[in-house]
Structure formats: C-alpha cells, structure tokens
C-alpha cells in the first residue's frame, strides 16, 4: 500500500478549502502545528527521562579476582 502522492495531497487541500473555507486555514494551520511540537515535545521528553536506578545498576557484578598461578616444588 503506497503513501499519499502528490494528486492525494492536491484532493485533501481542495477538500479542507470547501469545509473550512480561506480565512479559517491558516488558524487550523496554526493550531496543527502547535499540537505537532507538543507532541514532539512529550515524545522526547518521555524517551528522555532517566530512568530509575535498578539493583543490577546499585550492585554491579565484581570480577573474580585472577588466581596466582601454584607451582609445585623442585
């Protein structure tokens, strides 16, 4: 399923001229794209956000200590 061409564009602009008229676009513009950078804003702001420290962050896993290597005696 394809996205919306260029003629699909060109109908939705015709149609929303017809509903809302020329004088009532550029305020239903304006309101779009006020809700958008709202929106944009809350998304990032939530992707953001630092996250609560869990156990595995408080008490990180130790290496075991190396060995020293035993030698037999001669």
């Not at 709202?38 to 939530?46: I, Q, T």
């Amino acid at each position: 399923m394809g996205g919306i061409g260029t003629s699909g564009i060109i109908l939705l602009v015709l149609i929303a001229l017809l509903l809302f008229g020329p004088n009532k676009l550029p305020e239903l513009g304006k309101a779009f794209g006020r809700t958008l950078r709202e929106f944009k804003k809350g998304a990032n702001d939530l992707l953001n956000e630092p996250k609560p420290a869990s156990r595995v962050d408080i008490y990180p896993e130790q290496p075991e200590p190396l060995k020293a290597e035993r030698r037999l005696p001669e």
